[in-house]
């Protein structure tokens, strides 16, 4: 996650907490605005402060940045044995189905004989 998706999502979290917190407390309009302000603009503090620490600290030679080429093979390969499989599980299907509606014809015979 990005640190200004975060940022964003605590935030708007405070926000709503605030806005909980007010309702729940029964303030009057002023104080449920000032209220909520002041809850929104500390998560907004705790996650700023969060992120810049997270980027300070952050060793940026530990970062592993992936090939988007060999990823894309290697998922194409999965995705066509995926789909080799799934032929093969539609084919017993339907051979069980085969199956099922002779045994099913065979009952049928003995009923009526």
């Known amino acids: 996650m990005r640190g200004e998706n975060f940022i964003y999502f605590a935030t708007i979290s405070g926000f709503f907490i605030g806005i909980i917190f007010s309702i729940l407390n029964n ?3 002023f104080n449920f605005l000032f209220a909520t302000f ?3 603009a500390v998560f907004y ?3 700023l402060a969060s992120v810049s620490f ?3 600290f952050l060793n940026i030679r530990q970062i592993v940045y992936f090939d988007k080429k060999q990823i894309d093979e290697i998922l194409d390969v999965q995705i066509k044995s995926l789909e080799k499989n799934e032929d093969y599980i539609n084919e017993n ?3 069980i ?3 099922e509606e002779e045994e099913l014809q065979i ?3 003995k009923k009526n004989v």
Do not use: D, M, S
């Open 97 to 99: 189905k085969l199956i």
């Open 54 to 56: 997270f980027i300070k």
């Open 107 to 109: 009952i049928r015979k």
């Open 45 to 47: 503090i705790i996650a």
């Open 38 to 40: 002041l809850t929104t």
């Open 27 to 29: 303030f009057g309009f």
């Open 93 to 95: 299907y339907e051979f």
